[in-house]
């Protein structure tokens, strides 16, 4: 799709007029709307992980959920989004969508958020190696 946008000219000179219409032809912009990761996971504390967006287009962002908190509720351009999930006290995990929209082209995004409940993840204790032992990966 193209936009044009028109003009017209009267030049007038030893009592002759003339009209002359000039017509500028504009190429519609291509935008763009990008994050990453396109999915994030919490253990069971309060934690802060980003989302990169690279866009040439305005946007906004939402959270389906209170537990989930957004640094911006919208940005121009690139940016990033800090993501905070609040403690989960209750007895299961829990998940949430994040929803970028581009202002002018309507495109969406997701990013995918996970939070584990306190009974799964979480660091426990160190290897005998100096690792972290996690109940994940027992």
């Given at each position: 799709e193209s936009y044009s946008r028109t003009a017209?000219?009267?030049i007038t000179g030893n009592?002759?007029?003339?009209?002359?219409?000039?017509?500028?032809?504009?190429k519609a912009v291509d935008y763009t709307l990008n994050v990453d990761p396109t999915s994030l996971q919490f253990g069971a504390g309060e934690e802060t992980q980003s989302i990169t967006v690279t866009s040439n287009d305005?946007?906004?962002?939402?959270?389906?959920?209170s537990w989930c908190k957004l640094s911006v509720s919208s940005g121009s351009s690139n940016g990033t989004v800090n993501v905070t999930v609040t403690e989960n006290t209750t007895a299961s995990t829990r998940s949430a969508v994040i929803t970028?929209?581009?202002?002018?082209?309507g495109v969406t995004r997701e990013v995918n958020v996970n939070q584990d409940h306190p009974n799964t993840g979480g660091?426990?204790?160190?290897?005998?190696?100096?690792?972290?032992?996690?109940?994940?990966?027992?």
């Amino acid at each position: 799709e193209s936009y044009s946008r028109t003009a017209t000219l009267t030049i007038t000179g030893n009592s002759i007029t003339r009209k002359i219409t000039v017509t500028q032809d504009q190429k519609a912009v291509d935008y763009t709307l990008n994050v990453d990761p396109t999915s994030l996971q919490f253990g069971a504390g309060e934690e802060t992980q980003s989302i990169t967006v690279t866009s040439n287009d305005s946007w906004t962002v939402e959270s389906s959920q209170s537990w989930c908190k957004l640094s911006v509720s919208s940005g121009s351009s690139n940016g990033t989004v800090n993501v905070t999930v609040t403690e989960n006290t209750t007895a299961s995990t829990r998940s949430a969508v994040i929803t970028f929209k581009g202002t002018n082209s309507g495109v969406t995004r997701e990013v995918n958020v996970n939070q584990d409940h306190p009974n799964t993840g979480g660091t426990i204790g160190i290897d005998e190696y100096g690792n972290d032992v996690n109940l994940n990966n027992k």
